[in-house]
């Protein structure tokens, strides 16, 4: 038995509690885990899991298994960086996670410069709008706009979200174009459900302003958002990054630019570990930069 690939999937296993997550993860069976924490189960001669049809539930030696297994995965993995191959090109598979659109836009568009940057890594990116749990979906990290409550994370600021007033040129020649956030009111506005709803901050030439938004749309997605802008429904409150493109055809307008909304942080997050593996702090460290060199999103220069 290979106990290291075993304490491996038992650990991910108990974290997750799905085997057929972990085979997927593993590119396996889910047979093939069963039959590894099977192993290991015989190996030490006690029961670790105890499992039904529906769920499954770590036993006290299945407890006092991961806390250890976790101390020795981490001091492999150190290992490994500081001897032999850890010291070539980080190289494995890193999971990233990502909302839809910032992942669509920001990230994937790099993956070719990170992969030939380092030729022994691999990447896996899961876009999804919803917080994800990281240790539950076996992410690595995930880049996340807003602030991190979650104490059992690690977050590393690597840029910022700067939201701006836009619609179509085509809303804007129908409906007419606000000179202060006040007019906001009199607009079809899109609501961005978990952005702050329909009450939108600006910071102007006499100070802090808030106005109440109504509109015949609202979304938790960025995407729909960008596509009802694009169709002339509305005037939306987004990053300016969602629609850098038509701003710069010129389809969309920035409306507003003497009231600028709060900047929001954008993060790299990983769950609390007393080691962090090379190759997801490469993929860190190289966001880092890109992002620095973004006028749109670096944190440098941004008030």
Known sequence: MDLIAALRAFSRVAESGSFSAVAREMGTTQPAVSRQIAALEDYLGVRLLHRTTRSLALTEDGRDLLAHATRVLEAVEETEAAVGRGRASPGGLVRIGASVSFGRLYIAPRIGTLLDRYPDLRVELSLNDGVVDLVHDGLDMAVRVGEVPDSAL????????????????????????????ADLAEHNCIVMVRRGGADWAFDGPEGPEHVHVTGR?????????????????????TPAWLLRDALVAGTVEELLPDWRAPLSPIHAVYPTRRYLAPRTRAVIDFLVEEFRLDPVISAYGQA
Not at 157 to 164: A, D, E, T
Not at 217 to 224: H, I, L, N, R, V
């Open 154 to 181: 690690v977050a590393r600021r690597i840029g910022v979200v700067r939201r701006i007033c836009v619609a179509s040129r085509e809303y804007l020649d129908r409906r007419g174009r606000p000179t202060r956030p």
């Open 217 to 237: 749309f609202q979304t938790d997605s960025a995407e729909a958002v960008r596509q009802v802008v694009l169709a002339g429904l509305g005037i939306a409150l």
